[in-house]
């Protein structure tokens, strides 16, 4: 049975979003999500952010646009949720609002951002909200109606919690990037969503870049699985080892221990894998410098 490419890959997701050229695209999935008419937009090639607040890192959104009144939007496409992922969404549309402004110019020259994360799974800050797509803004606590500004303006679209009997105006868009090409063609979609449809199945027949974006979908489950499994062993091993002391500072020293376990189990797997000591420290979220060393102190461990 042929397997289809997901929208939610990132990689495929940016193909059809972001790709010079495909700005009607981009727009007429703006223009409902956002809820908005939009005369013009501009896809920004340059996705990078210095200064990611983990440390020293380089984040990248999966797309940048610019309005033509000056407005920026930036779209992140997670499948899994990561600690902090709305931080993280949030330190994005604070690099974004500053990143234009140089020293001495007036404050007049911030333009507004506008940033929207789409997730495959729900998030816990969210629990209770019944609606899939929420937008945020900074408004008075008691007058509701009452914004302070309208610079700041975050959107979260839970894809999990999608009806498919919803009635907003964005729900054919999301169905797609739900499902992709599972969700069957008509001929009353929008035609840049039949657009959106026919790059979905250009990837799905480059041989080379289907191999890519497969590579990329394993990739995402690999580190699912490590995240969701693994790091709950490492805390079974660690609450074990509390019991057993029957002290807090047992706790603390047998999650401590589980936890590097884990991560030592886990580098190895993934370097028998083949992956490389950057893929590795980028999924683990430790130093490359640790990662060398773990592999060449247990070489003869490296086994699937």
Do not use: C
Request: charged residues 40%; negative net charge.
């Amino acid at each position: 049975m042929e397997r289809k490419i997901a929208v939610t890959n990132d990689m495929a997701f940016q193909q059809i979003f972001g790709k010079v050229g495909n700005e009607r695209i981009t727009k007429a999935l703006l223009e409902k999500v956002l809820n908005i008419d939009i005369d013009d937009i501009t896809l920004d090639v340059n996705k990078q952010i210095l200064g990611d607040f983990w440390g020293d890192k380089v984040g990248i959104v999966d797309i940048k646009a610019k309005l033509k009144d000056g407005t920026k939007v930036i779209i992140e496409m997670q499948v899994a949720k990561y600690k902090y992922i709305t931080q993280r969404l949030l330190y994005y549309w604070a690099k974004n609002y500053v990143e234009d402004l140089r020293k001495g110019d007036h404050y007049k020259k911030l333009d507004k951002v506008i940033a929207i994360l789409i997730i495959a799974k729900n998030l816990e800050e969210l629990e209770g909200i019944d609606n899939y797509h929420t937008k945020w803004q900074i408004r008075e606590e008691d007058e509701k109606e009452r914004k302070l500004l309208d610079d700041l303006e975050i959107h979260i679209i839970e894809l999990a919690k999608f009806n498919e009997k919803s009635k907003r105006p964005e729900s054919d868009w999301i169905k797609f990037i739900k499902e992709g090409t599972n969700m069957g063609w008509k001929e009353d979609f929008d035609k840049e969503i039949q657009a959106a449809m026919e790059e979905l199945d250009k990837i799905a027949l480059d041989p080379t870049r289907r191999a890519e974006y497969e590579a990329k979908d394993q990739y995402l489950r690999d580190k699912i699985a490590f995240t969701m499994g693994e790091i709950e062993d490492a805390r079974e091993n660690g609450r074990e080892e509390g019991r057993e002391e029957g002290r807090k500072e047992g706790r603390k020293e047998g999650k401590k221990e589980g936890k590097e376990i884990m991560i030592k189990e886990t580098a190895l797997r993934l370097k028998y894998k083949n992956y490389t000591i950057k893929q590795i420290s980028e999924l683990l979220e430790i130093d490359e410098e640790k990662v060398k060393h773990i592999i060449d102190k247990n070489r003869s461990e490296i086994k699937a």
